[in-house]
């Protein structure tokens, strides 16, 4: 069944430590999305890929960083947790030419 | 730049009572519209999308939403409220960008409190 999966759903982590949420899809998509989403807050777009090997940053401004080596593939790496990026991570992809976005089911990370 | 407000950040119904959640938006060009529902600690679910055709949308779950140009509105119904629709629901825009990318602008949600 095509689908877009992240793991892990939950992640409490001290601060410095270096974390890489992960994001896959099986639906063939070219275009995948990070969001971050405060509790009971809008999503803010926080990173984009258009296809392999292409990235760019989205509208809120983030310390993280991505990747897109495998069209299937896209994890968000923080390389030195704070407190401050507490949040709910949601990956999603589009084909090409799609207007809806489809949508993991959120990793929840704590940073203490 | 295309936006969305969504009026009314709680809504709340009793349990059998018409359900309207409302979204209005602002964009320059023929819009592709979008309403997604998001369960607690869950990814966001799409519910029903404006693609153009018909200007009343049905979707899952027996929400439906009506695409209506002058007002600028793409307001969320259904007629009996259950209370598994309790949820977050967010409405959204597309905006093209470059590279044949679409871009989604979300509205700030709508937190939906169904009670008995």
């Known amino acids: 069944e095509a689908d877009i999966y992240q793991t892990p759903r939950y992640l409490v982590i001290g601060t410095g430590k270096k974390i890489t949420l992960e994001c896959s899809q099986t639906m063939g998509h070219d275009k995948m999305y990070w969001y971050q989403q405060d509790p009971g807050m809008e999503l803010h777009l926080i990173h984009y890929s258009y296809g392999v090997n292409s990235t760019e940053k989205g509208d809120l401004s983030s310390e993280s960083t991505v990747s897109r080596i495998r069209t299937e593939h896209f994890p968000l790496t923080l390389e030195s947790a704070r407190p401050s990026h507490t949040s709910q991570y949601l990956c999603?992809?589009?084909?090409?030419?799609?207007?809806?976005?489809?949508f993991g089911p959120g990793t929840r990370l704590t940073v203490l | 730049a295309q936006s969305v407000t969504q009026l009314g950040s709680h809504v709340s119904v009793s349990e059998g009572a018409l359900v309207l959640l409302r979204c209005n938006y602002s964009s320059s060009v023929p819009p592709y519209l979008f309403w997604y529902v998001q369960y607690p600690n869950q990814g966001l679910q799409l519910l029903l999308k404006?693609?153009?055709?018909?200007?009343l949308v049905k979707g899952i779950n027996g929400f439906e939403a009506e695409f209506k140009k002058s007002e600028t509105s793409f307001h969320l119904t259904k007629p009996s409220a259950h209370m598994s629709d309790a949820a977050e629901y967010f409405c959204a825009v597309t905006q093209a960008w470059s590279g044949g990318y679409n871009k989604l602008i979300f509205g700030a949600g709508t937190r939906l409190a169904v009670h008995p």
């Open positions: 999603a992809s589009s084909r090409h030419g799609g207007h809806e976005q489809f």
């Open positions: 404006y693609t153009s055709a018909a200007t």
